[in-house]
Protein backbone atom coordinates (compact mmCIF):
# COMPACT_ATOMS: atom_id res chain seq x y z
CA UNK A 1 0.00 0.00 0.00
CA UNK A 2 1.29 3.46 -0.98
CA UNK A 3 2.10 5.76 1.86
CA UNK A 4 -0.29 8.63 2.19
CA UNK A 5 1.08 12.30 2.57
CA UNK A 6 -1.06 15.31 3.08
CA UNK A 7 0.01 18.79 1.99
CA UNK A 8 0.69 21.67 2.33
CA UNK A 9 -0.49 25.44 2.64
CA UNK A 10 -4.45 25.60 1.97
CA UNK A 11 -4.27 28.55 0.30
CA UNK A 12 -4.50 31.46 -1.32
CA UNK A 13 -4.68 31.40 -4.91
CA UNK A 14 -1.00 32.32 -5.46
CA UNK A 15 0.26 30.12 -2.16
CA UNK A 16 -1.44 27.12 -3.93
CA UNK A 17 0.94 27.71 -6.97
CA UNK A 18 4.04 28.23 -4.91
CA UNK A 19 3.44 24.68 -3.09
CA UNK A 20 3.73 23.07 -6.52
CA UNK A 21 7.57 23.64 -5.86
CA UNK A 22 7.28 21.72 -2.60
CA UNK A 23 5.11 19.37 -4.05
CA UNK A 24 8.13 18.33 -6.29
CA UNK A 25 10.88 18.39 -3.42
CA UNK A 26 8.64 15.63 -1.54
CA UNK A 27 8.15 13.63 -4.91
CA UNK A 28 11.61 13.52 -5.26
CA UNK A 29 11.76 12.29 -2.13
CA UNK A 30 9.71 9.82 -1.54
CA UNK A 31 8.19 9.30 -5.40
CA UNK A 32 5.56 6.25 -4.53
CA UNK A 33 3.97 8.58 -2.23
CA UNK A 34 0.45 8.95 -2.65
CA UNK A 35 0.46 12.91 -2.28
CA UNK A 36 -3.09 15.02 -1.29
CA UNK A 37 -3.08 18.19 -1.82
CA UNK A 38 -4.74 20.50 0.93
CA UNK A 39 -6.81 23.56 0.05
CA UNK A 40 -9.68 25.34 1.16
CA UNK A 41 -13.00 25.21 0.29
CA UNK A 42 -12.80 28.68 -0.64
CA UNK A 43 -10.39 28.24 -3.10
CA UNK A 44 -10.85 24.79 -4.54
CA UNK A 45 -12.36 26.26 -7.87
CA UNK A 46 -8.67 25.92 -8.56
CA UNK A 47 -8.36 22.13 -8.71
CA UNK A 48 -9.43 21.59 -12.30
CA UNK A 49 -6.14 23.28 -12.78
CA UNK A 50 -3.76 22.08 -9.98
CA UNK A 51 -5.30 18.30 -11.47
CA UNK A 52 -2.42 19.07 -14.31
CA UNK A 53 0.63 18.45 -11.83
CA UNK A 54 2.31 15.25 -12.07
CA UNK A 55 2.98 15.69 -8.58
CA UNK A 56 -0.43 15.75 -6.91
CA UNK A 57 -2.45 12.19 -6.71
CA UNK A 58 -5.63 13.28 -4.63
CA UNK A 59 -6.91 16.45 -2.79
CA UNK A 60 -8.39 17.19 0.47
CA UNK A 61 -10.74 20.32 1.13
CA UNK A 62 -10.69 21.69 4.37
CA UNK A 63 -13.56 23.40 5.98
CA UNK A 64 -12.30 26.67 7.81
CA UNK A 65 -8.93 28.51 7.03
CA UNK A 66 -8.58 30.59 10.15
CA UNK A 67 -9.06 28.85 13.25
CA UNK A 68 -8.75 25.77 11.34
CA UNK A 69 -9.29 22.60 11.98
CA UNK A 70 -13.45 22.84 12.03
CA UNK A 71 -15.23 19.89 13.95
CA UNK A 72 -16.08 18.61 10.13
CA UNK A 73 -12.07 19.32 9.23
CA UNK A 74 -11.34 17.37 12.67
CA UNK A 75 -13.54 14.43 11.37
CA UNK A 76 -11.48 13.96 8.19
CA UNK A 77 -7.84 13.79 10.36
CA UNK A 78 -9.89 11.39 11.92
CA UNK A 79 -10.36 9.66 9.10
CA UNK A 80 -6.58 10.04 7.75
CA UNK A 81 -5.41 8.40 10.81
CA UNK A 82 -7.80 5.67 10.79
CA UNK A 83 -6.68 4.81 7.24
CA UNK A 84 -2.94 4.82 8.40
CA UNK A 85 -1.75 8.21 6.96
CA UNK A 86 1.89 8.57 7.57
CA UNK A 87 2.25 12.45 7.88
CA UNK A 88 0.21 15.70 7.49
CA UNK A 89 1.42 19.19 7.13
CA UNK A 90 0.41 22.17 8.75
CA UNK A 91 -1.85 23.89 6.18
CA UNK A 92 -1.58 27.11 8.17
CA UNK A 93 2.74 27.24 8.53
CA UNK A 94 4.61 30.42 9.50
CA UNK A 95 7.16 32.35 7.61
CA UNK A 96 10.62 31.01 8.77
CA UNK A 97 11.59 34.75 9.28
CA UNK A 98 9.42 38.11 9.16
CA UNK A 99 12.22 39.29 6.04
CA UNK A 100 12.10 36.17 3.74
CA UNK A 101 12.02 38.13 0.94
CA UNK A 102 15.93 39.68 1.12
CA UNK A 103 17.49 36.31 1.42
CA UNK A 104 15.18 33.51 -0.90
CA UNK A 105 12.81 32.72 -3.31
CA UNK A 106 8.96 32.66 -1.94
CA UNK A 107 9.02 29.13 -3.82
CA UNK A 108 12.35 28.53 -1.23
CA UNK A 109 10.77 30.00 1.64
CA UNK A 110 7.88 28.24 1.06
CA UNK A 111 9.86 24.78 1.40
CA UNK A 112 11.38 25.75 4.47
CA UNK A 113 7.97 26.63 6.47
CA UNK A 114 7.78 22.64 6.01
CA UNK A 115 11.15 21.58 6.95
CA UNK A 116 11.92 20.91 3.37
CA UNK A 117 15.14 20.53 1.45
CA UNK A 118 15.79 23.64 -0.78
CA UNK A 119 14.27 23.18 -4.24
CA UNK A 120 16.48 23.10 -7.69
CA UNK A 121 16.23 25.85 -9.95
CA UNK A 122 13.95 23.43 -12.03
CA UNK A 123 11.78 22.90 -9.44
CA UNK A 124 11.55 26.33 -8.36
CA UNK A 125 10.35 27.18 -12.43
CA UNK A 126 6.85 23.96 -11.41
CA UNK A 127 5.36 23.48 -14.74
CA UNK A 128 1.95 22.19 -15.24
CA UNK A 129 1.02 20.43 -18.35
CA UNK A 130 -0.38 22.20 -20.82
CA UNK A 131 -3.96 21.84 -21.95
CA UNK A 132 -4.97 21.78 -25.55
CA UNK A 133 -6.19 25.53 -26.24
CA UNK A 134 -7.16 26.85 -29.07
CA UNK A 135 -5.57 30.61 -29.05
CA UNK A 136 -7.72 34.14 -29.38
CA UNK A 137 -7.31 37.62 -30.33
CA UNK A 138 -7.21 38.62 -26.86
CA UNK A 139 -4.92 40.28 -24.08
CA UNK A 140 -6.13 39.45 -20.62
CA UNK A 141 -5.62 41.57 -17.30
CA UNK A 142 -5.80 41.33 -13.76
CA UNK A 143 -5.90 44.75 -12.05
CA UNK A 144 -6.08 43.56 -8.67
CA UNK A 145 -8.94 45.13 -6.70
CA UNK A 146 -7.68 49.67 -5.90
CA UNK A 147 -9.59 49.42 -2.02
CA UNK A 148 -8.55 47.02 0.35
CA UNK A 149 -11.50 46.01 2.93
CA UNK A 150 -9.45 48.55 5.76
CA UNK A 151 -10.61 50.89 3.38
CA UNK A 152 -6.73 51.40 2.49
CA UNK A 153 -5.66 51.78 -1.50
CA UNK A 154 -3.97 48.85 -2.22
CA UNK A 155 0.17 49.83 -3.52
CA UNK A 156 0.03 46.47 -5.45
CA UNK A 157 -3.20 47.42 -8.02
CA UNK A 158 -2.49 48.84 -11.57
CA UNK A 159 -3.53 53.15 -11.15
CA UNK A 160 -6.13 53.88 -14.03
CA UNK A 161 -3.21 55.33 -16.01
CA UNK A 162 -1.65 52.25 -16.34
CA UNK A 163 -4.85 50.36 -17.03
CA UNK A 164 -5.32 53.16 -19.83
CA UNK A 165 -1.79 52.72 -21.77
CA UNK A 166 -2.62 48.88 -22.03
CA UNK A 167 -6.49 49.36 -23.46
CA UNK A 168 -4.86 51.57 -26.28
CA UNK A 169 -2.25 48.66 -26.77
CA UNK A 170 -5.03 46.78 -27.11
CA UNK A 171 -7.18 48.72 -29.60
CA UNK A 172 -3.82 49.86 -31.67
CA UNK A 173 -2.53 46.19 -31.88
CA UNK A 174 -6.90 44.92 -32.47
CA UNK A 175 -6.45 42.90 -29.45
CA UNK A 176 -9.47 42.78 -27.54
CA UNK A 177 -8.94 43.53 -23.80
CA UNK A 178 -10.62 41.10 -21.42
CA UNK A 179 -10.19 41.61 -17.25
CA UNK A 180 -9.39 38.46 -15.30
CA UNK A 181 -10.70 39.15 -11.54
CA UNK A 182 -12.92 38.66 -9.14
CA UNK A 183 -16.55 40.12 -8.19
CA UNK A 184 -14.63 42.17 -5.90
CA UNK A 185 -12.24 44.18 -7.98
CA UNK A 186 -13.92 47.05 -9.87
CA UNK A 187 -14.58 46.86 -13.65
CA UNK A 188 -12.73 48.71 -16.06
CA UNK A 189 -14.62 50.67 -18.34
CA UNK A 190 -15.85 49.50 -21.66
CA UNK A 191 -14.02 46.24 -21.01
CA UNK A 192 -15.57 42.95 -20.75
CA UNK A 193 -15.21 41.44 -17.44
CA UNK A 194 -14.60 37.45 -17.86
CA UNK A 195 -17.05 35.71 -15.69
CA UNK A 196 -16.28 32.35 -14.70
CA UNK A 197 -14.23 30.53 -11.71
CA UNK A 198 -11.08 30.41 -10.65
CA UNK A 199 -10.22 27.25 -13.00
CA UNK A 200 -12.21 28.72 -16.15
CA UNK A 201 -10.42 32.36 -16.20
CA UNK A 202 -6.83 30.33 -15.73
CA UNK A 203 -7.78 28.75 -19.04
CA UNK A 204 -8.93 32.09 -20.37
CA UNK A 205 -5.48 33.46 -19.86
CA UNK A 206 -3.90 30.50 -21.48
CA UNK A 207 -6.09 31.33 -24.43
CA UNK A 208 -4.73 35.23 -24.39
CA UNK A 209 -1.85 36.05 -26.45
CA UNK A 210 -0.80 37.67 -23.22
CA UNK A 211 -1.23 38.42 -19.71
CA UNK A 212 -0.85 41.69 -18.15
CA UNK A 213 -1.13 41.31 -14.00
CA UNK A 214 0.36 42.77 -10.63
CA UNK A 215 1.34 40.45 -7.66
CA UNK A 216 -1.37 38.32 -7.67
CA UNK A 217 -2.60 34.59 -7.75
CA UNK A 218 -3.18 34.67 -11.52
CA UNK A 219 0.64 35.49 -12.50
CA UNK A 220 1.86 32.69 -10.55
CA UNK A 221 -0.44 30.21 -12.40
CA UNK A 222 0.72 31.32 -15.67
CA UNK A 223 3.99 31.04 -14.69
CA UNK A 224 2.94 27.39 -14.25
CA UNK A 225 2.48 27.07 -18.32
CA UNK A 226 5.44 29.42 -19.46
CA UNK A 227 2.39 32.22 -20.64
CA UNK A 228 3.15 35.47 -22.10
CA UNK A 229 3.15 37.75 -18.86
CA UNK A 230 3.72 41.53 -18.37
CA UNK A 231 4.15 41.49 -14.49
CA UNK A 232 3.85 45.11 -12.84
CA UNK A 233 5.11 44.84 -8.98
CA UNK A 234 5.14 47.98 -6.12
CA UNK A 235 8.32 47.27 -3.75
CA UNK A 236 6.12 49.48 -1.24
CA UNK A 237 4.29 45.81 -0.13
CA UNK A 238 7.80 45.20 1.58
CA UNK A 239 9.19 48.84 2.09
CA UNK A 240 12.97 47.28 2.48
CA UNK A 241 13.26 45.69 -0.50
CA UNK A 242 15.11 46.84 -3.52
CA UNK A 243 13.94 44.18 -6.51
CA UNK A 244 10.81 42.22 -6.25
CA UNK A 245 12.46 39.22 -7.70
CA UNK A 246 12.66 36.75 -5.01
CA UNK A 247 8.31 37.18 -5.19
CA UNK A 248 8.22 37.00 -8.95
CA UNK A 249 7.87 33.18 -10.36
CA UNK A 250 10.58 31.81 -12.41
CA UNK A 251 8.40 32.39 -15.52
CA UNK A 252 10.60 32.71 -18.76
CA UNK A 253 8.33 34.08 -20.39
CA UNK A 254 7.43 37.05 -18.18
CA UNK A 255 8.56 40.42 -18.64
CA UNK A 256 9.23 42.35 -15.07
CA UNK A 257 8.29 45.71 -14.39
CA UNK A 258 8.43 47.52 -10.70
CA UNK A 259 8.33 50.92 -9.20
CA UNK A 260 7.89 52.44 -5.91
CA UNK A 261 4.70 54.04 -4.87
Not at 52 to 66: A, C, M, Q, R, T
Not at 167 to 180: C, D, E, G, R
Not at 198 to 207: G, I, N
Request: charge should be negative.
Amino acid sequence: MRETVVGFSQGQYGDLFMNLTACGVLKEMWPDCNLVFSINQKYEDAIDILKLSKDIDNFIVWENYDNWPSESDKKKLQKLSERGCRFIFNPMPQHSICNWYKYRHQTEETCLMYDLPLPTAEQINFQLDHPELEKEGTITICTARRIEDSGKINGKALTNEQIEIVKNFALKSKLKLIQIGGPEEEAIEGVAKFEGNYSESVFKVLRSQFLVSVDTGMIWAASGFSHPTVGLYDLSYYNDSESCENWTPKNKNQITLFGKK
